[in-house]
């Protein structure tokens, strides 16, 4: 059966036809206003009404970033969308004629769930995927089942405090994991370099065009990946704090295999490696039990679109 | 269906007979000899023979203090009793003549189990036990399913990481929450305020007979509910990292329900009160979600032997 | 003997002709441009000029935020004035036709000398100031003398780091103690608390003009004077760390006296009380040693003019 | 001016006759009893007759592991010996017949003396030692000075505190510094990594006689030096806190050199390469200032006995 998964971001939403197997028969985009909910609203009803025009369509999955709500029916709070307690499914379902399912989903839960079904991690029952963006997001496969929680926001491993008194963090808090292992972390530790080491920073300077506010995560893993070794320390610095903060939910949740996906995992191996030695030291038990595998997200930028049809048809 | 559940201690075991309810209907107990696993093996046939002559039994649940195997059939690592890989479940069955199904199950699922179904976490799907003991165990319950993990040794949650190079633990890391959260560590706390400030110490070396080596957590406890200062201020702060740990987990989870058992949670209100403050100004995302309860456990000694049984059912 | 002492800011300097006794006996002042620093040699010639017309003076102390030569004679690096490896001394005698000593001292030692010398450390040997402003500044006095280090950059107390992994500094570090102790650190705090318990922080938004962004530390102190909750656990927490960093700073250097300025220090007990009862709590060998006593400095905004003032005359 | 140094231990005093050159004409020992402080004060006059004997002696200094009271006069507190508020100087006059005047000093404060005026530290006015033996001790001379403090208890420099709820210490606190840099750190890191990682710990274990409970600091030492990779981390793990803590001391104290003793410094540049990248790492305002150098101590197990009797002369 075909579902349509739809992956909200702030300013745009990116939309595909998507069958049993994962396969993306057809995509569209809209822009949409991240002030404006309705405008989302009636750009996910134009989306449907484009590519059901050429398809079947069973359902249909939005990926929202934001705590969604347990009964998969709206969203309780976004952090860059103007949705408080917003009532997503109705109000979609409204602009649409057909009667098709509807239901809203954490876009991280998406993306890890297609990793779990469709991407890396299709052959195991227990997985953590961990998605180093901007942000740290997380998605939990238990026994083969997303885990949801009681009220819908599991997986907000980002802000697992790591850190006591640590970095503050968007979410109000000091020494969540995301403020160690993100992106903005990764640049903000590039620059605390360009100041304390000027010299050492030099190759990444240069490619942010000179300036330490310019410098984005792209300048670091290019200049790693060049050998840049202050470039190289920051990802396996990076990578330090992803394994040992892994190790602290593994002991929760004993996963068989750890997705690293995200904007940041394009660095490989100069990320992954640190990552699985800090891993292997600070697991808990180590040497009495099995170890998770570490590996690197399979399904790109489209698996919250992928994830979320697919959920939306279970 | 009746089961027999066994509680495995380091230095005798537990065992009795359980009803589809929860009830015991018959108990006995022998005594066994860590070091020596087959001692093991012979007592735990030994009670079944003796239960099962007035009692139609159709399963045994062992709950056992180590890593359990995925297919529950065995340890692969116990801290306190000679168990390397060790082959619990067939090696009982070979000693048991009748067709029993025997399982094995970790001591800190089974009796977080038991609250799930018999008793404070009866009427939700998802819940977190924390059993502040010696150490600090835990159970998670998600969507109405224990959750063992890819090899079965899930809920190790004493393990997670909560203070970078903090206190040592036996595991051989630095800073497991079990270290801030468990009778130990109130042992140590206490004692460390001896040093620092021993006027305010006096209430708790009385009754400890004087002497800081002597301290234990009921030493400090009591005093507590008394109303002695110190003792008050070590619970809270025991009670401020309960709350603080259970609020990482809690990202990770989200739980309706947080169960605190073990003999510390004896202190009641001196350790929750602050656990829930702790708790509710860690949570990420406070505000726009529903906030877990924290209750005390009501199953008592019982609960390890009560859940193994009952899971053995299932 | 009289003395001019300047105090040099990025805007502007106060400059004051001060007696043996720390009285000031006149004053002027001049605004400046931080980038332009011949700017600010030819306002402090300037108010030379001015002064001494009317007195006779020996010495001139200018005081400079930033890492002053241990020759006293200019400025190896400052944060906020175009000062690198600058010859202060120099290029201000060489403005002056009068014989007279110049000698440039960092701010903040200037200001502490001053309570040493006339201030609320009159009576002691061994002190520590203090200074809980934007940042977190000290001076060190021991055995009578000025500590100022081997190259002239001690006391900069500020960047002793109190939490690894801690929070980002200006200064390209970690976990600072200024960025725990000053009032960027109250203000960061107050506006976090903005987020996760936003009913709490009424009051505090309310003096801010209902924004976040607004809140600046006379918001939390003046709320806190009014009682407000959330406002004094804000200044009590700043207290621990004081009081908590003081006790690390005390294991180095034994002071009999630990005097508070800055701007945050107007928050007077509010502040002291819980900074005492921390410091008393982390201080190694408490009951075997007398303890340091804490004080709110009583030179106010002066301190800077009279320190370099007399540090000159010496 | 020749006298007499007295290096005061637990178990025996070891003296010897010192010349103003820091040269030991003649030594001797006694056996003693740490319970029975008078037998102590017998032992120093004993030493003093026999060395007295062939030589003219001005003065007796006094080595002592404690809190000094600041007019050198005796001990305020000793952990491992029975001295308590202890008038040590007065009793041993007690004892002579001969008019020579007699001053405690801190153990650490003499042997960083002596470091200072005869060893690794003759160039320089400012300095830290840092010795890392059993604990971390320490000594600061500043412009030339031995800084005391106002009570005679500064420079207890291995409880500065590096990690917020760090390792217990047995003062009673957690995380000071000597829990991280110290030869027990050292001792327990190795039995830890024995747990962890028992096959990487294989070398070290074989040197211990196959027992985690006997590794002792030189085991590590050995093995580090003939290339064992755990060892050789566990030693730079050790020299990264030297220096991060250095860096914290120097942030206060701007020392032109850190001299590093004790037994640990046997490891040499094992230790002192990771040492200084972590404080050039860790310095703030590096790169605006000249940087400490880190060396090995000159002067052996006699520093105390050579500083004190040094310090009695002055």
């Not at 992956?7 to 069958?19: L, P, S």
């Not at 997001?137 to 819908?152: F, K, M, P, S, Y």
């Not at 002991?251 to 030695?277: N, S």
């Amino acid at each position: 059966m075909h579902a349509i998964g739809v992956d909200i971001g702030g300013t745009k939403i990116a939309a595909g036809v998507v069958d049993d197997d994962g396969q993306i028969l057809a995509q569209t985009r809209r822009e949409t206003e991240p002030d404006d909910a309705a405008s989302i609203d009636r750009a996910i009803a134009d989306v449907y009404a484009e590519l059901s025009a050429d398809h079947k369509i069973s359902a249909i999955g939005l990926a929202a970033a934001g705590f969604v709500a347990a009964d998969r029916s709206g969203v309780l709070f976004a952090p860059n969308i103007a949705w408080r307690d917003y009532p997503l499914r109705d109000n979609v379902a409204a602009l649409i004629d057909d009667k098709v399912t509807i239901v809203v989903e954490n876009d991280a839960n998406a993306a890890g769930w297609a990793e779990f079904r469709f991407g890396a991690a299709q052959d195991v029952d227990d997985m953590l995927t961990l998605t180093v963006g901007t942000g740290l997001g997380g998605a939990i496969v238990t026994n083969g089942e997303l885990l949801r929680g009681a009220w819908g926001v599991a997986s907000e491993i980002g802000h697992m405090r790591v850190v006591p008194g640590g970095h503050y963090c968007g979410c109000g808090h000091e020494g969540c994991w995301e403020q160690y292992t993100s992106g903005s972390a990764l640049v903000r530790d590039a620059q605390a370099a360009a100041i304390t080491a000027p010299e050492r920073a030099a190759r990444i300077l240069e490619l942010a065009g000179g300036s330490a506010e310019k410098i984005a995560g792209p300048h670091v893993t290019k200049a790693a990946v060049e050998g840049d070794p202050l470039a190289v320390e920051l990802l396996a610095e990076l990578g330090r704090w992803l394994g040992e903060g892994a190790a602290s939910a593994t002991a929760l949740l004993d996963p068989a295999l750890i997705v690293v996906g995200g904007g940041v995992a394009a660095a490989g191996d100069l990320l992954l490696v640190p990552a699985r030695k800090a891993f292997s030291e600070q697991l808990s038990g180590r040497g009495h039990r099995p170890e998770a595998t570490f590996v690197v997200a399979a399904m790109g930028n489209d698996a919250g679109m992928v994830g979320a049809a697919d959920l939306a048809r279970l």
